[in-house]
Every structure is written in structure tokens, then in C-alpha cells.
């Protein structure tokens, strides 16, 4: 089911900061910064050779990762997004195997466009994924 | 600087339970697993099309891992590794912008027998970031 990794999203409290270190000290190519209101964060893509990471910062009362930060102010890694053929095959896969998605289990159209799920953390141990339908 | 995403470490506490949720839940390819007692760790490795997950459990009463699960009992995203070309070149830019490197800023033969080395995550807003010389 799993296929190639998205990205990695890393939360940042302060997005100026962390994309110049992205950028200046580590030596990686960044994108502008793109606020995405209606997914509650601005993001910066740090584009590696095989895949992405992306740096989130919160935007507006409603984020998503607001609680995160306040869990992790210094920021940390937030979710890895696998990408997945057919989405609603996937989910239904993962629930049939005992899996939850968070929500109510639809897909929603996610950051890229596209349509997307997230997995409950505690069924995999600690890491939040995030399915991709490409 | 930065290369590729070499792999994404994940500890967890229990490696049997979280091989099969990569391998039965998700539908991934997974590796046998492997102890590596000069690491304090056993890696299992989930095979993706463009990077890899690597799947830790602490080994040995010294594990480098053992904090975090002791912190993060259910398991969790531990650090990223990238590859990079010179792991030297990389240490001393690194320095000379002010980023620290752990331990003795010394490279180290890391778990896949190449010379790695860490940055301390309150330079990287919470990331463990490890490099490692191709």
C-alpha cells in the first residue's frame, strides 16, 4: 500500500528562522513561504533530491499544529505523508486491519491538492502518517 | 549540502508489534531485523520506492534511544538522517555557522558502517538532524 514518501512535515515556531537554517547553514534549496489558511499553517518546502520536507508554521487561531508547539515549543517533527494509489481502497485496508483515521474517516483535500487521511497516532506507535492519494 | 533523505528513524518500544503494522496494516516491504549491539539498537527497515524508515528498539542497557521512549513511551519519530558528500566539509560549515555537533564533533562509523555525525536538535527547532558520508 505504502508508496513513496511526500514529505516529512516538520513544525517550526518561528518560519523565517527555520527556513534560513534550512537554507543558509545546511545548504538546501527552499521554496517562498505559501500561507495556506484554509489548512491553518504557511509552509516553506525544503526540496531534497528524493523527496520533501516541510517546514509548518501556524496560521490562524484553528491551526492544527498549535497544539503540537505548545507540547513542543522548541518545534519538532510533526507527520510523514506516504503516498497511496487509491485512497479510499487504503482506508478502507487500514480499517478492516483495525486501523482508525482521524475524522470522519472521508478523505479531505489536503495541502497539495489532493486528497488526503491522516492515522491515528497510537496505532503506529507514535508517528502520525498522513496517506497522499497522487 | 544536503542530500538525500537517507532514512527516517522511528523508535518504538516494541520492534515485532511495529513490524507487523508496517508490514500487515500498511502493506510495506520490511526487513529482517537486526541487532546492533555496537549501536545500542535493533533496526528493522521499511523499504518505500525513494527513502526508508528505520524501526528501532532500544538493545543493551546503554541504548541512545532509551531516553526518548522513556519520554515518549508509545514511540515516535527520533531524527532524519540526509546524506551528504563530504561529512568533514559539512562539519566544519556546519561549525562555522554556529551549529553544534554532539559528541566530540568527531565522525562516527554509524549503524550502516559509514562515518556519521548529529546536530544538536535546539539548532534544527527540535529535529535531531544526522548526517552521513556516501
Redesign the interface.
Known sequence: ?????NH?A?A???LV??TA??R?????RVSQSQALPEHGVTVVF?E????K?E?LEPLGADSPIAAFLAK?P????HH?C?EVEDILDARD??KA???RVLGNGEPKIGAHGKPVLFLH???????L?ELEQL
Do not use: E, H, R, S
Not at 500500500?1 to 514518501?5: A, D, N
Open positions: 500500500m505504502l508508496g513513496k514518501v516529512i516538520i517550526v515556531p518561528d528562522q527555520a537554517a534550512y543558509d547553514t545546511l545548504g538546501a525544503v531534497l533530491p528524493n523527496t520536507v517546514l513542543n522548541d518545534g519538532g517533527m510523514i506516504y485496508q487500514l486491519a483495525g486501523a497516532p497510537k496505532d503506529f506507535f507514535g508517528t502518517i
